[in-house]
């Protein structure tokens, strides 16, 4: 039996949210994708919870490989990214920081800034 490490995982574009811990962990996926869509959340809001079906549709029908950081459990990644409140989305591409969304947004919105960036 084999089991997938962080590294292997974050390989490939994926389906499914990849949970991100740490700062080296982030700066990974961000280096190894064009275009990265993290998802700074907290289990308590009641936003977040409302944007998670979004978040995971995004990841399953787009281009863009999506993340979560849990800002509880990453108090210091998401204070190096000036998130201030939850859900803060931050988009990049090609490496670099292009997009920060704060609040809930409509997945169709998402979708056509993903899309601004993957093409």
């Known amino acids: 039996m084999t089991t997938d490490t962080p590294s292997d995982t974050d390989m490939a574009a994926t389906n499914e949210p990849l949970h991100i811990d740490g700062s080296d962990h ?10 990265v869509l993290v998802d700074f959340y907290a289990d308590w809001c009641g936003p977040c919870q409302m944007l998670e079906p979004v978040v995971k549709t995004l990841a399953a029908e787009t281009d863009a490989t999506v993340a979560k950081v849990d800002v509880d459990a990453n108090q210091q990644l998401a204070q190096s990214y000036g998130v201030r409140g939850v859900p803060t989305l931050i988009l990049f591409a090609d490496g670099e920081q292009v997009e920060e969304i704060v609040g809930v947004k409509g997945e169709a919105d998402l979708r056509a800034l993903i899309e601004s960036y993957a093409e």
């Open 26 to 35: 982030l700066n990974g996926v961000v280096g190894k994708h064009d275009v």
